[in-house]
């Protein structure tokens, strides 16, 4: 058996609603995460930073920042894409080349700042990583002013880019995950050419509408990851405002379920992997 690798298992959407949040504390009170993207633009986001701060983990947990530029909340700042009701668009208006031109450098900037200093007022320090609510920062109209945002407010962190491990997967993967393969070309590079650090590769994606197993998922998204390598994932109990704010309810549970149980450690020893 070859060396044990160190897998980076990510909870996404932390303080999404109060049901995603405690789900992930869960997990991170029994070792079953390293690392949780906290979203900054919830009106609970104060309240659950201080109990995320609290929540005692028997491993390193890294903190970073889920930039929302999208899914209709308000801006703390400034909206990117100008909407109707001052919301944020949804992130199909951010793919659409025919948009690209439209989405304001300036106020990528300023929001992703302000959202980077809300994470510091919060947690008194600046964010691990920085990564995207639906992956909005490999935008082609978004990332280069993402990148000089993160690189000014949050030098030391690393940035999330969503390529697979395998190059193959770029063309014969699923749908999701050779998408986001192609909005990720040349996003490492930028970073680098900012100073910033990025993931050696990423996994978690799939059709949330398949019903399929998250445990045989999981065991998929394992194969081939290099160490340092990015697992996604978005465990969660559903509640009233979970169901208000996003379209990803009863996966969160599906994901939790396993995450929790017997069937994580077994397919972490079963690839050679590790969080600790």
């Known amino acids: 058996m070859g060396a044990i690798r160190r ?62 530029l999208t899914g209709q909340f308000q801006p703390l700042q ?13 992130i199909a208006q951010y793919l659409a080349p025919t948009t690209w031109w439209r989405v304001s450098r300036g106020h990528v900037e300023a929001e ?31 990332r280069a002013a993402f990148l000089r945002a993160v690189a000014r407010g949050a030098p030391g962190a690393w940035v999330r880019q969503c390529a697979p491990a395998r190059l193959q997967s770029i063309f014969t ?13 040349g996003f490492g590079l930028q970073a680098r050419l900012r100073g910033l650090a990025t993931n050696p590769a990423f996994a978690g994606a799939y059709d949330y509408s398949t019903g399929e197993d998250f445990g045989s998922l999981f065991a998929g998204f394992l194969v081939d990851l290099p160490d340092g390598g990015v697992v996604m994932c978005h465990p969660g109990f559903v509640d009233e405002e979970l169901c208000a704010r ?28 590790t969080l600790a």
């Open 7 to 68: 897998i980076v298992l990510c909870a996404d959407d932390y303080a999404l609603a109060p049901g995603v949040s405690s789900a992930i504390r869960a997990l991170i009170s029994r070792g079953r995460l390293n690392a949780v993207s906290v979203m900054t633009v919830l009106p609970e986001f104060a309240v659950e930073a201080s109990a995320l701060a609290a929540t005692s983990a028997p491993i390193r947990v890294s903190i970073g920042l889920h930039v929302t």
């Open 78 to 90: 400034a909206n990117p894409l100008p909407t109707a009701n001052g919301r944020f668009p949804m």
């Open 112 to 142: 992703v700042g302000a959202q980077i200093e809300a994470f510091r007022r919060a947690f008194g320090r600046p964010p691990d990583f920085v990564d995207g609510h639906q992956h909005v920062q490999l935008a082609p109209g978004v």
């Open 173 to 185: 993967g699923e749908r999701k995950t050779m998408a986001l393969a192609w909005f990720s070309a």
């Open 246 to 273: 996003d379209g990803l309810t009863d996966r969160r549970e599906a994901e939790y379920t396993f995450l929790a149980g017997d069937g994580l450690p077994q397919a972490l020893k079963r690839a050679g992997a």
